[in-house]
C-alpha cells in the first residue's frame, strides 16, 4: 500500500523533533505517521510544500490552464502524479484563522485541475484513495464544531473531495496548547489508530 503525505507548515518537516525554537506539533504528527507507515513496512511519499517551494498563488495563465484542461504547472502535475498512486493521502497542517494556511489551499487549486477530471470517470484519482487530514489548533476541537460550524471538514469533505468522487475522508484535530509534554506525546501516539 502507497501513502502519500502532503505537509504544509514553514518550518518543514524537520520541526518534527521538539527543538527549542525549531519546533512544529503538525511536523511531530507527520514524523509520527511516518514512523508508523515504515514499520509497517508500507510505501510512503512525502511533499513537504515549504521545503519543496511550491508557490501557491494561481497565476492568469495558469488559471487559463487550469480552465481549458492543461498542465496547470509542472510541480502541480508531479504532485498530481504521485497522488495518483496513492491508496491514501494525509493532509497535515496547522489551523490559522480557522481555516488551512495558504500552501494546502493552492495545492488544492493548482494540483486538482480540470484536465485530471473526466466525465467518463466518476473520480479525479485513478485509485479512488482514502484521505485524512491531521490538524493542529489553538481553539479546542469541541468550540471549533460548535463556534465556527468545522470550516476545514466543510470545505475539504464537502466542498472539495465529495466534489471530486472522493467520498473516504477522515478528519483528526489535536489540541496541543495547554497540554503537558506527556499528554502531548500520548496524543501523538493516538495517531497509528487512523492510520489504514
Not at 507507515?37 to 517551494?53: F, G, K, T, Y
Not at 460548535?146 to 484535530?173: C, D, E, M, Q
Amino acid at each position: 500500500m502507497k501513502t502519500v503525505i502532503v505537509f504544509d507548515h514553514p518550518y518543514t518537516l524537520s520541526a518534527g523533533f521538539n527543538q527549542p525554537h525549531h519546533r512544529s506539533y503538525s511536523a511531530a504528527i507527520a514524523q509520527e505517521c511516518l514512523q508508523v507507515l515504515q514499520q509497517r513496512n508500507e510505501e510512503v511519499d512525502v511533499i513537504d510544500l515549504h521545503a519543496d517551494h511550491f508557490n501557491p498563488v494561481m497565476s492568469a495563465t495558469e488559471l487559463t490552464n487550469w480552465r481549458t484542461k492543461q498542465i496547470v504547472d509542472p510541480v502541480a502535475e508531479d504532485y498530481y502524479q504521485r497522488l495518483a498512486q496513492a491508496d491514501q493521502i494525509i493532509f497535515i497542517f496547522p489551523i490559522w484563522w480557522e481555516v488551512m494556511p495558504t500552501m494546502t489551499k493552492g495545492f488544492l487549486d493548482k494540483v486538482f485541475s480540470k484536465g485530471h477530471y473526466q466525465s467518463s470517470r466518476p473520480h479525479i484519482l485513478p485509485k479512488k484513495p482514502r484521505v485524512v487530514t491531521f490538524t493542529v489548533s489553538g481553539t479546542p476541537t469541541f468550540l471549533y464544531k460548535l463556534v465556527f460550524g468545522n470550516p476545514i471538514s466543510k470545505a475539504l469533505k464537502r466542498g472539495t473531495f465529495n466534489k471530486l468522487g472522493l467520498f473516504n475522508y477522515h478528519w483528526h484535530n489535536f489540541n496541543p496548547e495547554n497540554r503537558s509534554e506527556t499528554q502531548r506525546q500520548a496524543d501523538l501516539k493516538k495517531v497509528s489508530k487512523y492510520l489504514i
